[in-house]
């Protein structure tokens, strides 16, 4: 038995060292290369999914602002959306997204962070030092439908 404890004592840390996260730390998004020097301190959220993803995520403490809300809000998320500064619920201006001094702005739509973006492209984020991200799902949806063509394909259809 303390054979198998002890096993399973081994596993967890390993895991738990493996999940761990060293900066500084490159990812591809939406063809953008993002070097994050440390964790994200200030996140102003665009996009509704965007902050309920980040407060599942227990990164509340994190999360300064947002905007681009909708109506319906997760109702176990209700306590603390309401904790969160909204700067809109539209489109915000880059300048009331700069003003609350991020260090990293997430988007659900590429709208939002985009070369044809209405609040600015992740250039002008990334000209003032901070990091930017898009849901993957809304900015690959080329390569959505490729995958979606050739499995069809593949099938017959």
Request: hydrophobic share 45%; aromatic share 4%.
């Amino acid at each position: 038995m303390k054979k198998v404890l002890c096993a399973l004592g081994l596993m967890f840390t390993a895991v738990s060292s493996a999940l761990a996260t060293t900066y500084p730390l490159t990812i591809e998004n939406c063809g953008y290369q993002e070097t994050f020097t440390r964790p994200p301190e200030r996140v102003v959220a665009l996009g509704q999914n965007t902050v309920e993803i980040l407060l599942l995520l227990g990164l509340q403490k994190q999360v300064v602002a947002s905007a681009l809300l909708a109506d319906q809000r997760l109702p176990q998320l209700a306590e603390q959306n309401a904790k969160i500064k909204t700067l809109t619920v539209e489109i915000p201006s880059l300048e009331s997204v700069l003003a609350q001094n991020p260090d990293f702005v997430p988007a659900q739509l590429p709208l939002l962070l985009g070369p044809e973006s209405k609040v600015a492209r992740r250039e002008d984020l990334a000209t003032v030092g901070v990091n930017s991200y898009v849901s993957p799902g809304m900015c690959a949806t080329k390569k959505v439908t490729a995958i979606c063509t050739a499995a069809g394909k593949s099938c017959g259809i």
